[in-house]
DNA sequence: TCTGGGGTCCTAGGACCC
DNA sequence: TCTGGGGTCCTAGGACCC
């Protein structure tokens, strides 16, 4: 902790705030995350192509610029890459998830380390957000170049950086760095109405953090808004009537400059947890899905209780397999239902019955089926559940019991153990392929040096 | 039979994000 | 043959209350 700040001291970029300019953001955002964890144990892989497929070896979810540069399409279907794939020798991984949170930590943890713990808020599994207001009046390309290093550094994982006034701008300012990563070093400042000005420009309005595709086209096609530039143009009025309410209004006066989302605190609280797969292979079986469905269960209550949650609300939902056959894509229909609980519970086997429950409602014989999902919501801390009065004392024992099963669970990173109904056979699981080794979680997979 | 205005809570669904 | 999984926030509209 001590050892960083000196660094950052020693440059001279650590300034007592509030003698210039109003605050600043940055986002740092992993390059290829995925790919880059796959790489940093096959070194012979660096500047060479490489892809990582979602689960069930479904759809390609991180690409290189190599793998980019081939053609190879983001969030594309595996089998639809997979020729030009294979004519260019790219090499392919399914999603090894272990792999990617472990240095998803150490990333963070590094950003934590340099710039304070409360300035950090982590966004995603390869994105976090710092608050830059103590360094605003040093130079922000130099801190902005010496967070990437000492990531780079400290992890081997490569991050772009962008700086801004506001979160929105702070993303494009991040876009830049990655469409131009030799030019910029992987580094974009926007800290003058010029720069911001340009920047926008050379955005287009598809690009822009918070406007999706819906929203691109209707803006296209109705309004002529182009690029980001374009966007500012607009009045408050205009956004909240066009651009979705109030969420509308907020990413406008962000554009222009004036914050309008602020840092969150770390380890915000899940409003609704969530389990879902697809199956390797569709089902048919009723006895199949409810093991599925137990299994995610299971999965969702550890979530629950990791965060000291207990659920009031617990729904399950099926997708059968689509009836008809087109050329695209599109999701099947979702049949779902749910239960309220009496009490708020975050043990396992007083939420499987339920879920249990639940599919015997929603299944149809003779129908095949290629997901489920389980969702828990209506959530609220474990410590202060509002009991009835016919609820005994037995619950602390459960709880105990409980949270020995998830530290098992977590040490082994696996579910060594298992509620029976969860079954032992899955023939529905995921098909994984192509993972990699566990690295850096799993003792007999670690990496040999010799 | 006639019938206002304002509030809350809940749910379904749509849009977005990575 | 084969297209992921896990979240957030907001809005509209209905039920219900006084």
Redesign the pocket.
């Known amino acids: 902790m001590m050892e960083i700040e000196c660094i950052l001291n020693k440059h001279g970029l650590k300034v007592p705030p509030s003698a210039g300019r109003g605050g600043m953001y940055a986002i740092v955002d992993c390059n290829s995350f995925y790919c880059s964890c796959e790489r940093l144990f096959m070194p012979h892989l660096d500047n060479k192509p490489v892809v990582v497929l979602?689960?069930?070896d479904?759809?390609i979810?991180s690409r290189t610029d190599e793998a980019k540069a081939f053609g190879v399409e983001m969030?594309?279907?595996?089998?639809?890459a997979k020729p030009l794939i294979e004519k260019y020798n790219i090499a392919t991984f399914s999603s090894n998830y272990n792999l990617y949170g472990d240095l998803s930590w150490r990333v963070m943890e590094t950003l934590r380390i340099l710039i304070g713990k409360e300035n950090v808020e982590v966004?995603?599994?390869?994105?976090a957000f710092l608050n830059l207001d103590e360094f605003c009046n040093s130079n922000l390309q130099e801190t902005g170049l010496r967070i990437r290093e000492t990531v780079e550094e400290w992890t081997g994982i490569k991050v772009s950086v962008g700086v801004a006034p506001t979160k929105v701008l702070s993303?494009v300012a991040n876009h830049l760095a990655k469409k131009n990563k030799i030019a910029t070093q992987c580094v974009v400042v926007l800290d003058t109405k010029e720069k911001i000005a340009k920047a926008l420009q050379d955005t287009p309005i598809g690009e822009?953090?918070?406007?999706?595709?819906?929203?691109?086209q209707k803006l296209i096609e109705l309004n002529a808004v182009f690029t980001a530039f374009d966007l500012t143009k607009k009045t408050a009025e205009w956004a909240h009537k066009n651009l979705?309410?109030?969420?509308g209004v907020r990413l406008l006066k962000e554009l222009k400059g004036e914050p309008a989302n602020e840092m969150k605190q770390e380890l915000?609280i899940?409003?609704?947890?969530?389990?879902?797969?697809?199956f390797g292979s569709p089902v048919k079986n009723i006895d199949d899905i409810k093991e599925a469905v137990a299994t995610y269960t299971s999965?969702a209550a550890e979530?629950l209780r990791r965060q000291h949650s207990a659920a009031t609300i617990i729904s399950v939902f099926v997708v059968p397999?689509e009836q008809t056959?087109t050329?695209?894509?599109r999701h099947g229909p979702t049949i779902s239902s749910y239960v309220?609980l009496p009490v708020a519970t975050s043990a396992t086997n007083e939420l499987i019955k339920p879920a249990v429950q639940l599919v015997d409602k929603l299944f149809e014989k003779g129908r095949l089926y290629?997901?489920a999902?389980v969702l828990l919501s209506g959530l609220v801390p474990d410590t202060t559940i509002q009991g009835n009065l016919f609820v005994t004392e037995a619950t602390n024992n459960k709880r105990l019991l409980m949270s020995m099963i998830d530290n098992v669970n977590f040490a082994m990173r696996n579910d060594v153990v298992k509620f029976a109904a969860s079954g032992t056979t899955r023939d529905w699981k995921?098909r994984q392929e192509l993972r990699s080794p566990r690295y850096t979680s799993r003792w007999n997979e670690m990496k040999e040096v010799h």
């Open positions: 979602s689960n069930n479904g759809c979810i969030a594309g279907p595996y089998f639809l966004y995603s599994v390869d994105e993303k822009v953090w918070g406007v999706g595709r819906q929203y691109a979705g309410g109030v969420v915000t899940k409003k609704m947890i969530a389990t879902t797969r697809m999965k979530k397999r056959h050329t695209h894509f309220t290629k997901k999902g995921m």
